[in-house]
Antibody, heavy 120, light 106 residues
Framework: QVQLQQSGAELAKPGSSVKISCKASGYTFTSYYISWIKQTTGQGLEYIGYINTGSGGTNYNEKFKGKATLTVDKSSSTAFMQLSSLTPDDSAVYYC?????????????WGQGVMVTVSS | DIVLTQSPTTMAASPGEKVTLTCRASSSVSYMNWYQQKPGASPKLWIYGTSKLASGVPNRFSGSGSGTSYSLIISSMETEDIATYYCQQCCSTPLTFGSGTKLEIK
C-alpha cells in the first residue's frame, strides 16, 4: 500500500534551518511528484511547491521561494524539504503529498505531517 | 492567486439530512478537488476532478460545479462524516485551498 512516512517533530530556534524527510513506499517513486503543504490554524492549507522525483526539477509557490528548498534522493525514495531562516511564522504542520503531475492536480496520498515549532 | 471561499464556515446537520458545501473561486477554474480532514489526522483526498470519488469514499457523497462555483453534496448525513472539508483548485499556479467547512452533527 502507498505510504509516505515523514520524519519527526522539530523544535528550532529563530534564524536556524530544519530539514524534513518524506519516505515513500508501495509505488514507483519516480512516477509521481511529491508536493509539500503547510497547515496552520490561521492560514489554513498553503501549497509550498513540488519536486519532480524523476528529474529533480522543482516548482515553488512564489511565497515560499527562498524559504523552502526541495530535494530528492531517488536511491532511497525519499523527498526532503529544508526550511531556512526560520521565524515564528514558520511554525506549522508540514505535509508531503503525492501528486500525479497532470490535470486535475490533486494530492492522493499524504504523509502524517511534521510539526515544526520555532521558538527561542 | 485564486482565492477559494468556502461556505458555510461551520454547519451542523442531523443524521439523514442532505448537506451541501459550497466553494466559490475568485476566477474560473476547470476542476475542483475536495479533501476531508478529521482532528489530528492528515487530509484525505475525497473528490477529484470536480465529481470523481476517491477510493473508498461512500457514494452518498457527490461533487458538482463549473467555472467559479463548486459543491460537495452529502445525500444523507452520517456521524462518520463529521470532519472539515477543504476545496482545492487544480489548475492555476499556485494551487490554492479554501479555508474549510467544519461539518458537525446535530
Amino acid at each position: 500500500q502507498v505510504q509516505l512516512q515523514q520524519s519527526g517533530a522539530e523544535l528550532a530556534k529563530p534564524g536556524s534551518s530544519v530539514k524534513i524527510s518524506c519516505k515513500a513506499s508501495g509505488y514507483t517513486f519516480t512516477s509521481y511528484y511529491i508536493s509539500w503543504i503547510k497547515q496552520t490554524t490561521g492560514q489554513g492549507l498553503e501549497y509550498i511547491g513540488y519536486i519532480n522525483t524523476g528529474s529533480g526539477g522543482t516548482n515553488y509557490n512564489e511565497k515560499f521561494k527562498g524559504k523552502a528548498t526541495l530535494t530528492v534522493d531517488k536511491s532511497s525514495s525519499t523527498a526532503f524539504m529544508q526550511l531556512s531562516s526560520l521565524t515564528p511564522d514558520d511554525s506549522a504542520v508540514y505535509y508531503c503529498a503525492r501528486e500525479g503531475g497532470a490535470l486535475p492536480y490533486y494530492f492522493d496520498y499524504w504523509g502524517q505531517g511534521v510539526m515544526v515549532t520555532v521558538s527561542s | 492567486d485564486i482565492v477559494l471561499t468556502q461556505s458555510p464556515t461551520t454547519m451542523a446537520a442531523s443524521p439523514g439530512e442532505k448537506v451541501t458545501l459550497t466553494c466559490r473561486a475568485s476566477s474560473s477554474v476547470s476542476y475542483m478537488n475536495w479533501y476531508q480532514q478529521k482532528p489530528g489526522a492528515s487530509p484525505k483526498l475525497w473528490i477529484y476532478g470536480t465529481s470523481k470519488l476517491a477510493s473508498g469514499v461512500p457514494n452518498r457523497f457527490s461533487g458538482s460545479g463549473s467555472g467559479t462555483s463548486y459543491s460537495l453534496i452529502i445525500s444523507s448525513m452520517e456521524t462518520e462524516d463529521i470532519a472539515t472539508y477543504y476545496c482545492q483548485q487544480c489548475c492555476s499556479t499556485p494551487l490554492t485551498f479554501g479555508s474549510g467547512t467544519k461539518l458537525e452533527i446535530k
